[in-house]
Structures are given as C-alpha cells and as structure tokens.
C-alpha cells in the first residue's frame, strides 16, 4: 500500500544524499530512531501536533510542527495529510491558513464533513503529540506580481486556509495594494479566523475583509447577507482586478462566470470532490499493465474510486487534480476530464486516476 503523502513523482535527491544512504533501508532507519524521537526519519517528513483550538462551530485549528525534512509552503499551497485511522493510512490535503513561525510550525484549520473520516478524526480524535505524515506543498493559488492593481480574494467555507495564509502574508508587505477579501459562510458560528481578519483590516487601511452571511442576520458593518452575485462585485468587474477564488465547486463556478472574463486575472480551486457523470451508463475492461489484472469498472466513476472499491490502494493525494500523487501512465483507451468535461483519445498519455474516468476500455500502467 502507498503511504508517502508526498505530491507528484518520487522527489529527486542530490547525489550528496545518495552517497550517505544508511546501510540498512530508510524503514529500519525510521524504525529506530522513532524510538528516540517521533518525528526523527531519515527522509520523511512528519509533523507533530503541538496545539490545538477550536476555530469554528465546525472547526479545529492544529498548529503542527514539522521535521526537518518539510521543505516549507508558499501562502496559497496545500500539504497532503497521511493520518493513521483504524490501522490504515488516509491521505487527505489542508492547506495552511497561516504563515509558518519562526521555528517552522504551521497552522492547518479544518472543517469537520459529516461522515467525513479525516477531518471528524482531526477535529475529534487526534490530539496534541500525535505525530501525522505530511507531503511536499502543492498548488499554484497565487497573485501574479504586484504592479499596484487592487486584488479581490473570494473564500466559502474551508476555502478560507489558503486565503487567510495570503491575507496574512500581504499584511507583512510595506505597501500592499489595495485588497478585499470577501469571505461568505452560511452562519456567523461558522467563521473561522474573524478576529484575526479584524485586526489585520484595521491595521492597513489597503486591506479590508468583508464578511457574506447566507443563513443569518449581518449585525455588524463589515457584514453582508446572501450569496455571491453579481451587484457585489460589480466594483471589481473593471478589467483591472485581479481575483483569487477558492470554496465549493459551485461556489467557484459562479466567481469563474461572474468575473473571468471581466478582470485582469482569475485564479481558483476548489476543494469539493469532482462530480460523478451517472449519466454515463454501461462498464469497461480496465487491465492493469504490470499486474496483468483486469478488471470491470463504471463508466462515469473516477478511476481512483474504482480501483479503491476493487481493493487496491494506488498512490493517490488529493483527490481532486492537483497534487498529481495519482498521475500514471495510459497505454490504451480513452478517458474523461472529470472537472472539464475534456475526453482524452491519445492513447498513449499521462492521466490523474483522481478526476478522470473511463469512456472506453484502458490499459493502464499500473
Ligand atoms: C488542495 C486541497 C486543500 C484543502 N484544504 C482544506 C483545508 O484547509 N481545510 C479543510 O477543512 N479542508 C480542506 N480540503 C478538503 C479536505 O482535503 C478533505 O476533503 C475534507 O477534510 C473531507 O475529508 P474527509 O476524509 O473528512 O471526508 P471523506 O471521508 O473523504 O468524505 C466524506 C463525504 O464528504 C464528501 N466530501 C469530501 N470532501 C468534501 C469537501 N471538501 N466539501 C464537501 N464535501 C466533501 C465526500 O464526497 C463524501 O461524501 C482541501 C482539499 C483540497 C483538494
């Protein structure tokens, strides 16, 4: 079973690092010296919890303390997660929602999904001392370089992490340019971060926070009702803006048709799962090429879902495109763009077995 929560393609190592590789194997390694120290590796990074507090209603705050072996995060990236639940290693992604302290510890907050098995056990059951697996960051949520034009940044829900980082890191600029975050939650118990953003606001008068309640009464005066549309950010819609975005799916899409083509750029994620065609009737054949298996699969299903309901455990991230930990080579077949709708018929060609399904029958190199 896979269990590095590192991104992408196995990290290359320097040749320095080559020629001290213990004599014994990095898991005998790691082995013996967590007996003197948790989070001590040759080469994984880990992170220990070193506080926890409630950031919400529905939310926890763990400040977490890497080994030396974290390589560290721009404002904006996120980190896949590794928790042991149950006997098992799950790997979800969190994106820290706020810049890293002078000895390297970071703040991760986290909305509890009902059902959710990552995040109720972190808002739960995990606890301060526990040790967690972290991967290399990932994600590309950034402004372009400042040339003095306003930026817009939009969060709904738990896609305030990446914001709040970024607020945060433009409070530490001499002169930021003009910016408003625009941070919408159905209830006011829901907020995470409020008085933080508060004080931030009031201490630069280039940055301004406004809060978007869809479920409750706005009682203060940085305080709005209802849900993203278009009179609200008619001030922004000027071709000058630029705009970061980040919540659910469909909150993403409104900001993309409200305001891509009407600003000087526009960036966004989302931290939803990707939409499952059911339309999409009928199987197909899926033969793995190393194992010579094969197997029958839906055909609007993610492939990493299928291979995962099949009992196997591919690599995978964070299950929604980005961190490319699932990508893998194709050999045969065509696919679908589960976020973009975009078939792929390149027989020969690299996918992220997370957002892509079968439309034929495929051979992967798995
Ligand atoms: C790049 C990235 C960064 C992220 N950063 C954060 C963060 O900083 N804070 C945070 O709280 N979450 C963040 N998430 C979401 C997080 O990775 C998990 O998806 C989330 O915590 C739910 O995991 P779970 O194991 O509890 O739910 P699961 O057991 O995986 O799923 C349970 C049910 O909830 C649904 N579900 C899963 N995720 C979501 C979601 N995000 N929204 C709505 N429904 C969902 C599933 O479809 C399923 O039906 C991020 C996701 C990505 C891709």
Redesign the pocket.
């Given at each position: 079973m896979h269990t590095d929560p590192r991104p992408g393609p196995a990290v290359a190592r320097s040749p320095g690092r080559r020629c001290r590789a213990p004599l014994f194997s990095p898991a005998l390694f790691d082995f013996w010296a967590s007996r003197l120290s948790s989070t001590w590796t040759w080469n994984r990074p880990l992170a220990r919890i070193v506080a926890r507090e409630p950031a919400a209603s529905d939310?926890v705050s763990l400040v977490l303390k890497p080994n030396r072996h974290f390589r560290g995060f721009a404002p904006g990236q996120?980190l896949n997660l590794g928790v042991e639940i149950d006997g098992r290693r799950?790997t979800?992604?969190?994106?820290p929602?706020a810049l890293a302290g002078p000895d390297g510890s970071f703040r991760?907050?986290?909305?509890?999904?009902?059902?959710?098995?990552?995040?109720?056990?972190?808002r739960d059951v995990a606890r301060v001392g526990d040790v967690l697996a972290i991967g290399d960051a990932?994600?590309e949520l950034a402004f372009p370089a400042d040339d003095g034009a306003p930026r817009l940044l939009l969060a709904a829900?738990?896609g305030i992490?990446?914001m709040m980082a970024i607020f945060a890191s433009l409070a530490m600029q001499p002169n930021p340019a003009p910016t408003t975050l625009l941070y919408f939650t159905r209830t006011r118990g829901q907020r995470c971060f409020v008085d933080e953003l508060r004080a931030i606001a009031a201490a630069n008068p280039a940055l301004q926070v406004r809060f978007a309640l869809t479920r409750d009464q706005a009682l203060d005066q940085d305080e709005a009702e209802g849900r993203l549309n278009a009179d609200q950010l008619a001030p922004w819609r000027d071709k000058t803006t630029h705009v970061l975005a980040c919540g659910?799916t469909g909150f993403v899409a409104t900001a993309r048709d409200l305001l891509a083509d009407r600003t000087a750029s526009f960036a966004a994620?989302s931290?939803?799962?990707p939409v499952h065609h059911d339309t999409e009737a009928g199987s197909v054949e899926l033969t793995l090429a190393r194992s010579g298996r094969k197997l029958q699969v839906a055909r609007g299903k993610p492939l990493l879902e299928a291979l995962e309901a099949a009992g196997l455990s591919p690599a995978a991230g964070?299950?929604?495109g980005?961190?490319n930990t699932c990508a893998c080579g194709k050999s045969a077949g065509s696919t679908r763009h589960l976020l973009t709708g975009d078939e792929e018929h390149e027989p020969v060609s690299a996918l992220r077995l997370c957002v892509s399904s079968a439309r034929s029958d495929l051979v992967l190199d798995l």
């Open positions: 939310a996120h799950v979800r992604s969190y994106s929602s991760i907050t986290v909305k509890a999904i009902n059902g959710g098995k990552v995040s109720t056990h972190l990932f994600g829900g738990s992490t990446p659910p994620e931290f939803s799962p964070c299950r929604r980005l961190c």
